[in-house]
C-alpha cells in the first residue's frame, strides 16, 4: 500500500539544524511532486515547501525561505528537508505528502503520521 | 500570497444533522480547493479534491461544491466519526494555503 514515514524530529537549540526524512514506498516515487507541511501545537497546518519530480521546480513558504531547504533523492525513494537557524516558532510536527496531479494543480495524498520538531533551549 | 477563510471557525452539532462549511477565497482559485479531514492525533485526511471530486474510499455523506472564490463542504447526516477538524487548501498557486480551520464538535 502506499505509505510514507517521516522520521528525523527531535528537540535542538535554537540556531541549530534538523534533517527531516521521508521514506516512501507502494508507488513510484518519481512520478509525483512531494510536500512538506507543519502544525504547531494546537494550531493549524502549514504548507512549507514543495519540490517537482526531478527536482527541476521547487517552492517554499516565506517563513522558512533561506533556512530550510527540500530535496529527494528518487533512487532511495526519500524525500528530505533540511532545516537550519532554527526558531522557536519552528516547533511543529511535520508532516510529508504526495502531490496528486491529473491535469494541473493537484491535492495531497496521502499524508505521513509526521515528526515532531521542538526548539527550545 | 492567496489567504484562505474558513466559517466558522468551530461548530457544534448534532449526528444526524446536516452542516455546511465554507471556505472563500482572496482571489480566484478556480476549482483548485481540496478540502482535509484531521482527527486529534492524527495526520490529515484528504476527502474532497478539485472542488467537488470526492476522494475514493470517502462516505458520499461528503461533498464539495463551488468554484473562483466561495467554496463549502456538506456533510449530509453527520455521523460520530464525523466529528474532526476540517480544512480547505488551494492549490491554484504557491504558497499553497490552507485555512485556519473548522473545527466540529458535538452539541
Known amino acids: 500500500q502506499v505509505q510514507l514515514v517521516e522520521s528525523g524530529g527531535g528537540l535542538v537549540k535554537p540556531g541549530g539544524s534538523l534533517r527531516l526524512s521521508c521514506a516512501a514506498s507502494?508507488?513510484?516515487?518519481?512520478?509525483?511532486?512531494m510536500n512538506w507541511i507543519r502544525q504547531a501545537p494546537g494550531k493549524g497546518l502549514e504548507w512549507v515547501s514543495y519540490?517537482?519530480?526531478?527536482?527541476?521546480?521547487?517552492e517554499y513558504a516565506d517563513s522558512v525561505k533561506g533556512r530550510f531547504t527540500i530535496s529527494r533523492d528518487n533512487a532511495k525513494k526519500t524525500l528530505f528537508l533540511q532545516m537550519n537557524s532554527l526558531r522557536a516558532e519552528d516547533t511543529a510536527v511535520y508532516y510529508c505528502?504526495?502531490?496528486?496531479?491529473?491535469?494541473?494543480?493537484?491535492?495531497?495524498?496521502?499524508w505521513g503520521q509526521g515528526t515532531l520538531v521542538t526548539v527550545s533551549t | 500570497d492567496i489567504q484562505m477563510t474558513q466559517s466558522p471557525s468551530s461548530l457544534s452539532a448534532s449526528v444526524g444533522d446536516r452542516v455546511t462549511i465554507t471556505c472563500r477565497a482572496s482571489?480566484?482559485?478556480?476549482?483548485?480547493l481540496n478540502w482535509y479531514q484531521q482527527k486529534p492525533g492524527k495526520a490529515p485526511k484528504l476527502l474532497i479534491y478539485?472542488?467537488?471530486s470526492l476522494q475514493s474510499g470517502v462516505t458520499s455523506r461528503f461533498s464539495g461544491s463551488g468554484s473562483g472564490t466561495d467554496f463549502t463542504l456538506t456533510i449530509s447526516s453527520l455521523q460520530p466519526e464525523d466529528f474532526a477538524t476540517y480544512y480547505c487548501?488551494?492549490?491554484?498557486?504557491?504558497?499553497?494555503?490552507f485555512g485556519q480551520g473548522t473545527r466540529l464538535d458535538i452539541k
Open positions: 505528502a504526495r502531490d496528486v496531479k491529473v491535469a494541473g494543480p493537484g491535492w495531497l495524498d496521502p
Open positions: 507502494g508507488f513510484t516515487f518519481s512520478d509525483y511532486y
Open positions: 519540490i517537482s519530480k526531478s527536482s527541476s521546480y521547487i
Open positions: 482571489q480566484s482559485i478556480s476549482s483548485f
Open positions: 478539485a472542488a467537488s
Open positions: 487548501q488551494q492549490s491554484y498557486s504557491a504558497p499553497h494555503t
